[in-house]
């Protein structure tokens, strides 16, 4: 049986380190590169998530 994972909290995580990625005296290119990534990540845990949660329904159906 594979490990469910979980990232509690993550979305607030994710929108304080945008706020200060935002707040930083970078240039507009590259705060918008990190932007980029950090949304990617949000989708990647997004995707992580969804599939533990779709891998335990499985299992418990295949259980009955």
């Given amino acids: 049986m594979s490990e469910i994972k979980t990232y509690d909290g993550y ?8 706020a200060i990625i935002k707040a930083e005296p970078l240039g507009e290119l590259q705060k918008d590169s990190l932007l980029t990534k950090i949304e990617h990540l949000e989708c ?7 599939s533990g949660e ?11």
């Fill in 54 to 64: 779709e891998q335990e329904f499985q299992e418990r159906r295949n259980d009955r």
């Fill in 11 to 18: 979305i607030e995580i994710l929108k304080e380190v945008t």
């Fill in 44 to 50: 990647v845990i997004g995707k992580t998530l969804f």
